[in-house]
């Protein structure tokens, strides 16, 4: 027998939130499996109230800062961010996950505001282009971003440094490797050759121990 929710085997596949579901046969003790199938009626070892559909209490960290606002479980954590707590850094693009212009981080990882429901936010931080800089001094990547021009209506400008920042940390510094990870975010105008060079600037001088660290 195994230990539940700890997988020793193959990954699970057996349903969308494997390692940390702890609910599907697998995770249960059963036997790994290679493919998905469909998931099975086993209770869940930890079942959240249900909240909603009428406007509820949400608590999100914001920049290391709590706030707290009522709003239906539907509502995204980009609309939550720019209309309950009038920060407008995360712009709305498309809203529907394919510009980019929403980026910000949850707990580190960058993620598309316009698809994340807000409530989902609880118990992790948030961090928006509001959050980037320290007090007056710019983030590196701010600066980068003016020096080389990386930018014309600057719509799409936020939710590129915060992309361009996260890929640095997630160590794809190649310049293939730019252009592939910042391919999510979307500039109609066409500024990509200078986001490109901001991006391999901070780079550079993250590999230099003469600069701070970036
Ligand atoms: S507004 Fe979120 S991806 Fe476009
Ligand atoms: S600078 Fe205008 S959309 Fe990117």
């Given at each position: ?48 109230p ?12 914001v ?65 928006t ?7 007056d ?19 799409c ?11 640095l ?46």
């Amino acid at each position: 027998m195994k230990t539940p929710g700890v997988l020793t085997g193959p990954t699970c596949l057996t349903c969308p939130t494997c390692h940390a579901c702890r609910t599907c046969p697998t995770c249960l003790g059963g036997e790994p499996v290679s493919a998905p199938h469909v998931p099975s009626r086993a209770p869940a070892a930890a079942v959240l109230p249900e909240r909603g559909p009428e406007p509820v209490r949400i608590t999100l960290s914001v920049n290391g800062d709590e706030h707290t606002f009522d709003a239906e479980p539907r509502v995204s954590l980009l609309d939550a961010l720019r209309e309950r707590l009038a920060m407008t850094g995360a712009k709305k693009g498309c809203d529907q996950g394919t510009c980019g212009a929403c980026t910000v981080w949850v707990d580190g990882r960058r993620v598309l505001a316009c698809l994340t429901l807000a409530i989902a936010c609880e118990g992790h931080e948030v961090t928006t282009i509001e959050g980037l800089a320290q007090g007056d001094e710019l983030h590196a990547m701010q600066s980068a971003f003016i020096e080389q021009d990386a930018f014309q209506c600057g719509y799409c400008t936020p939710g590129q440094i915060m992309s361009a920042v996260a890929l640095l940390k997630e160590g794809h510094g190649d310049d293939a490797e730019i252009a592939e990870w910042m391919s999510g975010n979307i500039c109609r105008c066409a500024a990509y050759p200078h986001i490109r060079a901001a991006i391999r600037t901070v780079r550079d001088q993250s590999r230099d121990p003469s600069h701070g660290q970036t």
